[in-house]
């Protein structure tokens, strides 16, 4: 998930440079990668601050390290939750340009 993480960062910041020359329907897709981009970041956010409070718990003369742990499974706990939200998003998500056209409405 990092990995896509960080493609999705760099379509995302082309998408954005290229939006005055791209079709209005470039935004869609442009907010889609972005809201994309936000889940991922957050799953990834809350992994990398588990890791430190724990490797903070375990340094010697550690102030609180239960408190940290604690700390550390909640936050691990929040990881794994936005990374099934991210994984759920991404198998939803059409990515692909240009954008699907709407089904008509009879």
Not at 16 to 38: F, K, M, N, W, Y
Request: hydrophobic share 35%; aromatic share 2%; proline share 7%.
């Amino acid at each position: 998930l990092h990995r896509v993480r960080l493609s999705i960062k760099s379509y995302r910041y082309a998408l954005e440079a290229l939006l005055p020359i791209l079709p209005g329907e470039a935004r869609e897709l442009s907010t889609r990668v972005a809201g994309l981009q936000d889940q991922l970041g957050a799953a990834h956010d809350a992994h990398v601050l588990a890791e430190t409070a724990r490797e903070s718990a375990k340094a010697r003369g550690a102030r609180h390290p239960r408190q940290l742990e604690a700390l550390a499974s909640d936050l691990e706990k929040t990881s794994r939750a936005a990374q099934q939200n991210s994984e759920t998003a991404l198998r939803s998500s059409r990515l692909e340009w240009p954008l699907p056209s709407p089904p008509s409405r009879q």
